[in-house]
């Protein structure tokens, strides 16, 4: 089974930039679709971006414009970055598998970001 591992989450201050990782086990990774999730306290997982097995990306509204997904196949690993943070930004990050836009059942532990002054 893969395992995937988030890092690069920390503290920065708002309109600040973070760039988070989320690096996977495995031979076949280029076959996947992948999603970057946050889940905010006391709300709900909501998917911030997405890159497909071919590279075509989508981005939520709420970070559209001032984010970039990339993937490098050869590394297994995916990247999120995001510019002008916000504070409503402040979440645990989560990157996960997606088969047919649905993410797995498993979740890793996240990589927490904190965006305040």
């Known amino acids: 089974q893969v395992q995937l591992v988030e890092s690069g989450g920390g503290l920065v201050q708002p309109g600040g930039s973070l760039r988070l990782a989320c690096a996977a086990s495995g031979s076949i990774f280029s076959r996947y679709d992948m999603g970057w999730y946050r889940q905010a306290p006391g709300q709900q997982r909501e998917l911030v971006a997405s890159?497909?097995?071919?590279?075509?990306?989508y981005y939520a509204d709420s970070v559209k414009g001032r984010s970039n997904l990339s993937r490098d196949n050869a590394k297994n690993t995916v990247w999120l970055r995001i510019d002008s943070l916000k504070p409503e930004a402040t979440a645990v990050y989560y990157c996960?598998?997606?088969?047919?836009?649905?993410?797995?059942?498993?979740w890793g532990q996240g990589t927490q970001v904190t965006v305040s002054s």
């Open positions: 890159v497909g097995s071919g590279g075509g990306t």
């Open positions: 996960n598998i997606l088969r047919d836009g649905v993410p797995r059942a498993e």
